[in-house]
């Protein structure tokens, strides 16, 4: 049984209600992490004890994602002020220190080295790496923490793994850190499609379903985590029904940074696949005709309603994970030719 409890702030809420500008809701931070069933019973504990005192004690919101059978990888979600969510990870990291078969005492806790996998948007690692790394060295400096930062998105997301080493303090230094930078560029973030423990591996993915703010959103997820504002989806709808007929007034516009050399597998022979994922999904898709930084990333920009961009975004990025597979697979087949 899920025991996570979906933040929902106000910045979620339609792009006509509320103004371009950050409010103070936007203050309020939902960061995840990758976390195994083990840890996962730790953290929520005997009839929900220890995240219910989490809760109370550091006024977060937290919890974890429900299990998925056959897969040993649980979500963990934890809302609130920066310095409260890295409050609550400290103490969350520390529990699981201590409830490890060979804890060590207290008091060498400075050599109780832990990590913690954090999911963080694509289009947010440059906010938290910085220009030629400075950023992320300066958070490691600080924090007394190391962290790594995958290179790949993890399957059917566009979220990637960064992952904290170190003591449990230090660890929760860092992740204040980090905070601050994702809450100080959250626009970056808006378009994520976050990771679902066993997506691509055969079980179901959860389905859009409507929600009374106008959002279609996932069972077990947030309304903003790092940003995200779009949710898994079921098969695109017809173009023909009625929601494509009548001229749509909650229209909307959204920004994600595709990597130069995937654009192509995106576009298509003559633009053949873009043409086919705008007809589905119902939203105008334009592309950046050449990198918009030093990233060598081209900027997409997708404008229709809330639905019609989250199943765009979809789309994309299915096109892109297929396209990933089919590079790995062509590598791997020219490794064995050489051999």
């Not at 931070?29 to 989490?54: F, P, S």
């Amino acid at each position: 049984m899920s025991t996570e409890k979906p933040a929902r702030h106000s910045s979620a809420s339609p792009a006509g209600s509320r103004s371009p500008s950050p409010t103070s809701a936007q203050d309020i931070l939902t960061l995840r992490a990758l976390v195994n069933t083990k840890e996962a019973g730790v953290i929520i504990g005997k009839q929900g004890k220890n995240v219910a005192d989490l809760r109370e004690q550091v006024h977060v919101r937290a919890g974890v994602s429900k299990v998925t059978p056959g897969v040993h990888e649980r979500v963990l979600t934890v809302s609130g002020s920066v310095e409260s969510v890295a409050k609550a990870y400290t103490q969350i990291i520390t529990q699981l220190v201590t409830s490890s078969p060979h804890p060590i005492p207290i008091s060498s806790s400075s050599t109780r080295h832990t990590s913690i996998r954090l999911l963080i948007s694509h289009n947010l690692m440059g906010t938290i790496i910085g220009r030629s790394g400075l950023k992320i060295k300066t958070i490691q400096e600080l924090s007394g923490a190391r962290m790594v930062a995958s290179k790949e998105m993890l399957p059917q997301s566009t979220e990637r793994v960064v992952e904290v080493q170190g003591s449990p303090e230090a660890i929760g230094r860092a992740i204040e850190e980090i905070g601050k930078c994702l809450l100080e560029d959250w626009e970056r973030g808006a378009g994520t499609v976050p990771f679902y423990p066993g997506a691509g591996t055969g079980e179901e993915r959860p389905s859009f379903r409507r929600s009374t703010n106008g959002y279609a959103s996932a069972p077990t997820s947030s309304r903003r985590s790092n940003g995200d504002t779009v949710r898994r989806g079921s098969s695109p709808p017809s173009p023909h029904s009625p929601s494509t007929q009548q001229q749509p007034t909650n229209l909307r516009t959204q920004n994600i940074s595709i990597p130069s050399d995937m654009v192509g597998c995106i576009i298509g022979r003559n633009g053949s696949k873009i043409t086919e994922i705008r007809r589905l999904s119902g939203s105008k898709i334009s592309i950046a005709k050449m990198p918009h930084d030093d990233t060598n990333e081209r900027m997409f920009t997708i404008v229709g309603t809330p639905e019609a961009n989250e199943k765009a975004l979809f789309l994309l990025y299915n096109q892109l994970e297929s396209e990933k597979e089919r590079r790995v697979g062509r590598e791997q087949q020219q490794q064995e030719s050489q051999e």
